[in-house]
C-alpha cells in the first residue's frame, strides 16, 4: 500500500542515519514516533446529531460555485467533497479549475488554495490564475505585468493561492505539500499523469488515485481533479459517466460529483456543455431536483477563462438568492 511503502522508506532512512552516526538511538526513536501514516480524518461530534444539526451543516454553508448551473446542481461544496471534472483536450479545463478557485477562494477569510499542476507550462497557469481571478484577459494582464500583480496581490489579501508545478508529480509528492499547510481548497490537473507506487494497469492507477484524493478532501477541504475523458466523447456536448478515459469505474465510484464538459463537433469558443453525471452530495437550500443532473449550455469566456450561466439569472453565492 501507499502508506507501507511510504513508512518503509521513512524507517529505513532513520535507519541509515543511525548507520552513519548522524543521529543517536533515542532520537531516532523520537523521529519513527512522528511517522503519520494518510488516513481518512475522522470527526468527533461534540453535541448530539439533529436534524437541524444537518440541515444547517449543508443550508447555506460551504463554498459557491462561479458556475450558478452547479449552485442549482450540486450546492456549495464543503470538507470531505471530492469532484472529478472529465473533459476532452483543448476545452478549457485549466479554465474551469482557476475559474471556480478563484471564485471559491475570495469567499474565505483567510483561507488557502493549492493548485497542483503537472500539464501546462507553470507561466502559462499562473497567468490564467490572475486572469481569472481579477476578470481580464491575456493581453490586457501583459500590457502592464507590474500593475496587474500588484492588483492581484491585493485581491488575495490575507488569502493564499498556491501553484504547485512538477511534471514528475506523484501522490506521494501531493499529501507531503499538503501536509507543509492546513489548505482549504485543492485542484489537481491531471490527475492521470500523477504517479503512484508500483507498476499498476492505469485502471488501478486511478483506483487509488481516487481513493487518495478522497482521503485528501476528508483531511483538508473540498479536492477537485481534471481528467481526460474517452476519446469516444470528443465533439460530444452531454458526455455520459462511463466515459473518463482509463477509467471503467474507478473514479466514478470515488467521486462526489462528476462534472463533463462538452463542446460541439466543432468547438465554439465561447461556448461549453456541463452535464452533472454523478451528484452524491446533500442538496442545499440552493439546489434544485429537477437539477440534480443537469444538462446545461453555459458560456465560456476564452478570454477570462470564466464559466458563467446562460441559462440561470442571479446568484445564490455567498447566501445571496
Sequence with gaps: SLDSLRG????????????????????????ARSFKPYQIATSVTESPLTLDSISSSRGTSGLYWR?????????????????????????????FLVSELSYMLEQTDGGKAILFNNEEEKGKVYSRMVSAALGIDYRTL??????????YDKWLGDREWTLHHDTNMTISGIHEALEEKDYDLIGINVLLKV???GNKEDHDR???????CRIIAENYGPTFAIVQADPSAEGMQYIPQDRIYKSKTALQGEADGLIFIGTDEE?????????????KIPPATCTIPKCKH??????????????????????????KT
Excluded at 522508506?9 to 542515519?17: A, C, L, N, S, V
Excluded at 543511525?18 to 523520537?30: K, N, P
Excluded at 470531505?80 to 479554465?95: C, L, Q
Excluded at 486511478?206 to 487518495?212: C, D, F, K, R, S
Aim: charged share 25%; aromatic share 8%.
Design 8 to 31: 518503509q522508506e521513512f524507517f529505513t532512512k532513520i535507519g541509515q542515519r543511525v548507520g552513519e552516526g548522524q543521529i543517536g538511538l533515542s532520537e531516532a526513536i523520537d523521529e
Design 67 to 95: 458556475l450558478e448551473d452547479l449552485n442549482r446542481s450540486l450546492g456549495p461544496v464543503q470538507r470531505g467533497d471530492f469532484i472529478v471534472v472529465p473533459k476532452r483536450p483543448e476545452v478549457g479545463g485549466t479554465s
Design 142 to 151: 501583459m500590457s502592464d505585468p507590474n500593475r496587474y500583480q500588484v492588483e
Design 195 to 197: 504517479g503512484t507506487p
Design 206 to 212: 486511478l483506483q487509488e488515485l481516487g481513493t487518495q
Design 267 to 279: 468547438i465554439q469558443d465561447d461556448v461549453r456543455y456541463i452535464h452533472v453525471a454523478k451528484n
Design 294 to 319: 443537469i444538462k446545461s449550455q453555459v458560456h465560456f469566456d476564452y478570454e477570462t477563462g470564466r464559466f458563467t450561466s446562460v441559462n440561470f439569472k442571479g446568484q445564490h453565492s455567498r447566501g
